[in-house]
């Protein structure tokens, strides 16, 4: 390729030249058209049907449109570019994004992103700056129809939302018939968008259908606000009003008239938000959105900026900063375990996966944005009626402070900005006849090169990585163990640097050895030994990979425990190296008290085994062994205590290991701890009343067998030792009453050991012994 290049291609029709361009740009003004439609996208193949739709979707779009504009550029022999300030706010986000993702504590994650959310990956933000690029230069009409379509699927998607509200599905697929689905994300996230869209909608500049739809579309938000009627919602909505009123008094011959209605919108937002305005049939049914509060998510930001200054943890990498700075603050919750994918809003995300840079590319863009509003008031009659624009832009910049973007959220940013350039810069363009210099032909030879390759070496990886997840979601679904297998296979050959895939692979490979040491040996089958061994190390290896390609991710160290610990009694030495895992997992994420509990519960387990086979082999060895690891589960449950005081789990498997090492009140004292928050739970009314038998407190242990029992009437076992306690305080009636509901139960119709003891009953011979020497049903 060389700088003939050009040259050689106009020559080959320079009769169809004008033609052809118009062409071109027919083509581009459709495509403009097309990806308006973004916000109601969606397909139902992957894991997430919004995020990786959405995604793929902008990245066709976008990078068809820049090929067919650099085509256009050559056909026509001429570069236009509406130069501004905002260019600049772009591009410092985009590299700020770029040298980010370098640094990534997870490249792979900051490229595509993860599952959950893909607005902030790398490929979004190339994709998303060459959008903004596209639709500010490449639209002939300043974005008009854009605008005009924008407007009409925002209603569309509004509209969908608010029929699902009231449980119209009208989508047509079974996954989408729930209240909590719409296209855009979470119910919040359509509340945001409404907010942000309203003053775009309400001050459309359109006539006759597009002005209809367009205003159609902000009342339909406007209700869908005021049905979720969140505080923050209305912040944001408010906010879009008072854009508004201050863009409009910027104005010459300015009327009170031309605000009356951002300020009717304020009055009803605080209004509703006095009133605690609620439709109760509805909003009952609403999912509860759970999300870091701002306090703690500012904790993350501040530790990881302490950590990692300039690049943070890199794009989409928020989890792993939240594990290590955040989770500790949720170890005394229900929500301990809980992992946060997104800050409480896009800018604590945004600085925890940028660091500095992030903050600094934010504040140029920012910069440009008061560059914008500037030019708005030196010279208001040039962007008279685009009022509507700007203060949706303001109210996104605002929203961005307060509640995390998805894809759609991060779209209409984009678009908001290049239709903003449009209204303030719009007349300001600079041209360039490629012919005139030699650096220009050549500069647009290497351009059009470079922007073919970038946009073909996008495309392949994105739909490799599209195709991987929806292998991905099959699988997830698939019943057949071998099926699965062959599916996840095809996943990693797709997308063979994703951490979640190895994860999945290692549990499908503990599943196909756990069917072969199920199914029944067969003498014939030579290769049985030979698939266990193969299953066995596949799984370790695949745990082992997730672990390489994202050390820093605790599921992954977590997941290599697991597969450890599913080998115990197969491989020698297993609980030591999942020990280790689950330890380094605690590192990354120190605020869990999973892992040691999970520590803990191995080691208690191994100690039931060894004493088992000590006593069926006499062993005093075995019975050391057994007390060594109910030293090593005692002290792993304690320090998930002290990591999480109130951890039931926890404290329940605590009282076990004190109850296997003969210490019953110590026991006892566990129990009681976590009973007054589990009293409806009759298993564990049962265990306690067996130990307060055995620590001789048997007033006690009759009330809660009795409480065991009344909770579930057909609990065999808790009727059997009820009995059994009944027959020892002297009441032979009531224990033969206990002896006959046990038989009612159909898995006990004709029992012999409960016919024996109501014989024995009523013959009145006692029972020798204490009640918890009598094996269970």
């Not at 203060?391 to 973007?405: E, G, V």
Request: aromatic residues 12%.
């Amino acid at each position: 390729m060389n700088i003939n290049f050009l040259q050689s291609l106009r020559e080959k029709m320079p009769a169809r030249s004008n033609s052809q361009s118009h062409v071109y740009d027919s083509i581009l003004q459709w495509l403009i058209v097309i990806s308006a439609f973004l916000p109601v996208f969606f397909l139902p193949w992957t894991t997430n049907v919004l995020e990786y739709n959405k995604q793929l979707f902008l990245i066709l779009l976008t990078g068809v449109a820049l090929i067919v504009w650099l085509l256009q550029a050559v056909i026509s022999n001429r570069i236009t570019l509406r130069l501004n300030p905002i260019d600049y706010g772009v591009l410092a986000m985009l590299g700020a994004t770029l040298i980010a993702t370098v640094g990534s504590a997870s490249r792979m994650t900051s490229l595509f992103g993860a599952g959950t959310n893909l607005s902030s990956s790398l490929i979004s933000i190339i994709v998303l700056s060459l959008f903004y690029f596209i639709l500010l230069n490449a639209s002939n009409d300043n974005g008009k129809r854009f605008s005009r379509f924008l407007g009409l699927v925002l209603g569309i998607s509004f509209l969908i939302g608010l029929l699902q509200f009231f449980t119209i599905y009208i989508l047509g697929i079974d996954f989408t018939h729930s209240r909590a689905f719409n296209t855009i994300g979470s119910i919040n996230s359509l509340g945001i968008l409404a907010a942000i869209s309203l003053p775009f909608l309400f001050k459309s500049q359109e006539r006759g259908f597009w002005k209809i739809s367009h205003r159609v579309a902000a009342m339909i938000g406007l209700v869908l606000i005021a049905i979720i009627n969140w505080w923050l919602i209305w912040v944001v909505a408010i906010a879009g009003m008072l854009a508004m009123i201050c863009l409009a008094s910027a104005q010459k011959n300015f009327k009170i008239s031309k605000v009356l209605l951002p300020i009717v919108v304020i009055v009803l937002g605080v209004f509703l938000l006095i009133i605690k305005f609620n439709v109760e049939s509805v909003k009952s049914q609403f999912p509860v959105e759970i999300a870091p509060s701002f306090s703690l998510s500012n904790k993350v930001m501040n530790s990881t900026l302490k950590d990692d200054f300039f690049t943070g943890y890199g794009p989409e990498n928020f989890s792993l900063a939240f594990d290590k700075y955040g989770a500790d603050r949720l170890a005394t919750t229900t929500l301990s375990s809980a992992k946060f994918f997104d800050a409480t809003s896009e800018f604590f995300t945004l600085v925890v996966s940028g660091g500095i840079l992030a903050l600094l590319g934010l504040a140029v863009l920012i910069w440009s944005l008061v560059r914008g509003a500037y030019r708005y008031i030196d010279s208001p009659g040039e962007s008279a009626g685009k009022e509507g624009i700007l203060a949706s832009l303001a109210t996104i910049i605002f929203a961005l402070f307060l509640y995390p973007f998805s894809m759609t959220h991060m779209f209409v940013l984009y678009a908001f900005l290049a239709l903003s350039a449009t209204t303030l810069w719009g007349k300001e363009e600079k041209t360039w006849q490629l012919e005139e210099k030699p650096a220009l032909s050549l500069a647009s030879t290497v351009g059009f090169v470079g922007g073919l390759v970038l946009v073909l070496v996008g495309v392949y990886f994105s739909v490799s990585v599209y195709i991987a997840n929806a292998y991905y979601a099959t699988t997830l679904k698939e019943g057949n163990t071998g099926l699965a297998a062959q599916k996840i296979s095809s996943v990693i050959n797709w997308d063979s640097r994703t951490d979640t895939y190895y994860r999945g692979a290692s549990q499908v490979a503990l599943r196909l050895l756990s069917d072969e040491l199920n199914k029944k040996a067969d003498p014939k089958d030579t290769g049985r030994n030979d698939r266990i061994q193969r299953y066995l190390s596949s799984s370790v290896n695949l745990a082992k990979r997730a672990v390489e390609l994202n050390p820093k991710e605790a599921v992954n160290w977590d997941n290599l425990g697991d597969v450890y610990q599913s080998l115990f009694g197969l491989v020698e030495g297993v609980d030591g190296e999942a020990e280790k895992a689950y330890i380094h997992a605690s590192e990354l994420r120190p605020g869990d008290p999973e892992y040691f509990n999970k520590i803990g519960t191995m080691y208690l387990r191994k100690a039931d085994v060894l004493r088992q086979l000590a006593l069926q082999q006499n062993s005093s060895s075995l019975v050391r062994q057994a007390d060594e690891s109910l030293v090593k589960s005692e002290a792993s449950f304690k320090k998930a205590i002290e990591k999480s005081p109130n951890y039931g789990m926890a404290i329940y498997n605590l009282g076990v290991v004190y109850e296997r090492e003969g210490k019953v009140r110590e026991s006892i004292q566990q129990l009681e701890k976590i009973a007054p928050f589990n009293a409806n739970q009759p298993s564990l009314m049962f265990e306690l009343g067996l130990l307060y038998y055995r620590n001789g407190e048997k007033d006690k242990a009759l009330g809660t067998l009795e409480r065991a029992v009344s909770l579930a009437p057909d609990y065999a076992n808790a009727l059997w030792y009820l009995g059994l306690l009944y027959e020892e305080r002297g009441d032979t009636q009531a224990a033969i009453t206990q002896m006959q509901k046990i038989l009612k139960i159909e898995v006990n119709k004709g029992n012999k050991t409960v016919l024996n003891k109501i014989d024995q009953l009523r013959s009145g011979s006692k029972a020798q012994g204490k009640i918890t020497d009598q094996k269970p049903l």
